[in-house]
């Protein structure tokens, strides 16, 4: 009897130890940092993640959630709600998956595989990291700003938010009284009205004058004003041919436009612009101005008179037709007298080239008198001695040596 019960005890051994092998549970403990993340599984790491659990888990990670619960006081779960981290949950899978976390705000960290087979236990951690938006987000409630790609204490770092842009506290107050229409002046900031008031007054005191919305000096204001009085009387009198168009030489980058000027005759010639501001040039015969960077001449833009006086004076001053003709033959001096005039809008960035045309022979043509300058030489040429040449002395032969040009070698008889 007691053998019958001995065997009888030893079935129901083999049977529940067959049974727990072939049904036991795995433990899976998923942790992540911060914690609140949801659980996502994958049979093999790739895309669809699904909620955990698999269908097979469900029933018992659902009671050991529960249990875990129950025991800590708090509300029970229900299976529709999906789990978070942190999770300890138990069950019957038999098989490796991978798992991820998702947390709105933190990439999802790629996935880690677990193997859940019987009486395995399973631990899994995850340190998620922000999204920038949501740092950003974080970092503006706590009071900082983001300020050349770092994010900065206001206070510390000197800058404030302006229109959304971060900037430096300078910055945002000269915008601020920008937007508010004033302008400053003199390091203070004050209504337009204001500020030309006080600058009128400190420019008159200075001795300044106003002329074309510029202040001036007075010898400025004077040779500015008789260059446009100047033009005007050449326009105004039509004593003028037309000036040949610039030729646009190039785009520059400058802010202002930029002349080059040629004299192509055998006389002094004066470029006179009169426009936002006014200059003259004058140029010798056959001379060129603007075509350096040591002279070069920048206007600002905008629409200029540009006039061409020749002058009628060699590059010596001297009265051209006193020096090529007599009374006589002045109808045959070809000399052109009349300013060119032309009235061209200048861009700024652009280089342009104006040219007064004419030739050295019309100058000379038909005049008896004139004489072309003979240049004068000043420059020596070196004095170089070169001793006479002499033969090259041969060196002494031994005997047995045909000397040249003799006979046969000493004590040799000729053949």
């Known amino acids: 009897m007691r053998g019958k019960r001995n065997r009888l005890f030893l079935g129901l051994f083999l049977a529940t130890t067959v049974f727990g092998l072939t049904t036991g549970c795995s433990r899976l403990v998923v942790e992540s940092q911060p914690e609140g993340a949801t659980i996502l599984w994958s049979v093999d790491g790739a895309e669809p993640f699904r909620p955990w659990p698999p269908n097979s888990w469900e029933w018992r990670t659902t009671a050991g959630t529960r249990i875990a619960q129950e025991s800590a006081g708090e509300t029970a779960t229900t299976s529709s709600q999906m789990p978070a981290t942190p999770l300890d949950a138990t069950g019957v899978f038999g098989d490796t998956v991978f798992i991820t976390v998702e947390k709105d705000g933190y990439r999802r960290p790629l996935p880690k595989a677990v193997q859940l087979y019987s009486w395995r236990n399973e631990r899994v951690s995850f340190e998620l990291e922000e999204l920038p938006e949501r740092i950003a987000e974080r970092m503006r409630a706590e009071g900082f700003l983001l300020f050349r790609g770092e994010w900065v204490d206001p206070e510390v770092a000197g800058v404030e938010e302006f229109n959304g842009v971060v900037m430096r506290k300078d910055q945002a107050y000269r915008l601020r009284q920008l937007a508010a229409g004033l302008v400053e002046y003199e390091g203070e900031w004050m209504s337009p009205e204001d500020?030309?008031?006080?600058?009128?007054?400190?420019?008159?005191?200075?001795?300044?004058?106003?002329?074309?919305?510029?202040?001036?000096?007075?010898?400025?204001?004077?040779?500015?004003?008789?260059?446009?009085?100047?033009?005007?009387?050449?326009?105004?009198?039509?004593?003028?041919?037309?000036?040949?168009?610039?030729?646009?030489?190039?785009?520059?980058?400058?802010?202002?436009?930029?002349?080059?000027?040629?004299?192509?005759?055998?006389?002094?010639?004066?470029?006179?612009?009169?426009?936002?501001?006014?200059?003259?040039?004058?140029?010798?015969?056959?001379?060129?101005?603007?075509?350096?960077?040591?002279?070069?001449?920048?206007?600002?833009?905008?629409?200029?008179?540009?006039?061409?006086?020749?002058?009628?004076?060699?590059?010596?001053?001297?009265?051209?037709?006193?020096?090529?003709?007599?009374?006589?033959n002045l109808d045959a001096v070809m000399l052109r007298t009349e300013p060119a005039w032309a009235e061209w809008p200048l861009a700024s960035g652009t280089k342009y080239s104006f040219n007064f045309g004419g030739s050295e022979e019309e100058l000379r043509e038909g005049l008896e008198t004139f004489e072309m300058p003979v240049p004068e030489m000043r420059i020596q040429p070196p004095q170089l001695d070169i001793p006479e040449s002499r033969a090259p002395q041969r060196p002494q032969r031994g005997q047995g040596q045909r000397p040249p040009g003799g006979g046969p070698p000493q004590g040799g008889q000729t053949q």
């Open 195 to 328: 500020a030309e008031a006080a600058e009128e007054r400190d420019m008159l005191a200075a001795g300044m004058v106003r002329l074309k919305g510029r202040w001036v000096t007075e010898e400025v204001y004077e040779m500015e004003t008789s260059i446009d009085e100047k033009v005007a009387s050449i326009r105004e009198e039509k004593i003028y041919a037309d000036l040949s168009p610039p030729r646009i030489m190039e785009r520059t980058n400058l802010s202002a436009s930029e002349v080059q000027l040629t004299n192509s005759t055998g006389q002094q010639v004066e470029f006179l612009f009169s426009g936002p501001i006014s200059r003259s040039f004058l140029l010798l015969p056959y001379q060129s101005a603007g075509f350096s960077a040591a002279d070069r001449i920048a206007l600002p833009a905008g629409n200029y008179d540009v006039v061409a006086v020749p002058t009628g004076l060699d590059a010596r001053g001297r009265n051209l037709r006193e020096v090529l003709g007599s009374s006589a």
